[in-house]
């Protein structure tokens, strides 16, 4: 089970920090994903981790605003977002799969409840 938070207005510029909670299962072996999905569109692939080290993997339209990272003893996976853009505006979904790190929604098994952000300008 996955329950994301963190989400709220931030001005363009501003950070969040949202958080994915894991419960039900050891996620060794497993990957963690963020993806969002803004009004209207479909959803995309943010950032990924690969449960088992600290490597992420970013969308490029994060890279280098946005870091990924998790605390195994929480069993939490974190989402960094600094430098909000508008169009960062969305609902953030977190998702797992089993085995390694994908940009490919269809591919993750068990997925949260969205947390909604919105970047003003």
């Known amino acids: 089970q996955l329950q994301a938070s963190g989400g709220g207005l931030v001005q363009a510029g501003g950070s969040l920090r949202l958080s994915c909670a894991a419960s039900?299962?050891?996620?060794?072996?497993?990957?963690m994903g963020w993806f969002r999905q803004a009004p209207g569109k479909e959803r995309e692939f943010v950032a990924a981790?690969?449960?088992?080290?600290?490597?992420?993997y970013y969308a490029d339209s994060v890279k280098g605003r946005f870091t990924i990272s998790r605390d195994s003893a929480k069993n939490m996976v974190y989402l960094q977002m600094n430098s909000l853009k508008p169009e960062d505006t969305a609902v953030y979904y977190c998702?797992?799969?089993?085995?390694?790190?994908?940009?490919?929604?269809?591919?993750?098994?068990?997925w949260g409840q969205g947390t909604e952000v919105t970047v003003s300008s």
């Open positions: 981790i690969y449960w088992g080290d600290d490597s992420g």
């Open positions: 039900g299962r050891t996620f060794v072996g497993y990957a």
């Open positions: 998702a797992t799969r089993s085995g390694s790190m994908s940009d490919n929604s269809r591919m993750y098994d068990y």
